[in-house]
């Protein structure tokens, strides 16, 4: 809410998607890490039972990425979109480097 609300007072009018109703797909989501330069491990949450279940085993990035697709829960978020770039804002500070 402190992220909607100070992209709204840098002037932006915000489109929120809500990826747990209607998952990224899985180029959407390989957009979205190519344009921050991440991989799919900087954006997993680690919170939560699914994630502890399947940490377990050795994972490869294109095998995250595939389950947070499947499993939407799993990408941290927010993540921000704006004319100036593309952030994971955490820490929520990060916000000010796109807007």
Known sequence: RQVL?????????????????KPYTREQLAGLLTAMGMRATDVLRRKGDLYAELAQADRSE?????????????????????????????????????L
């Open 5 to 21: 609300a100070t992209i709204r007072g840098a002037g932006f009018d915000p489109v929120v998607v809500d990826y747990l109703k």
């Open 62 to 98: 294109a095998e995250w990425l595939d389950l947070m697709v499947q499993h939407p829960v799993l990408v941290e978020r927010p993540i921000v979109v704006t004319p100036r770039g593309t952030v994971l804002c955490r820490p929520k500070e990060r916000l000010q480097e796109v």
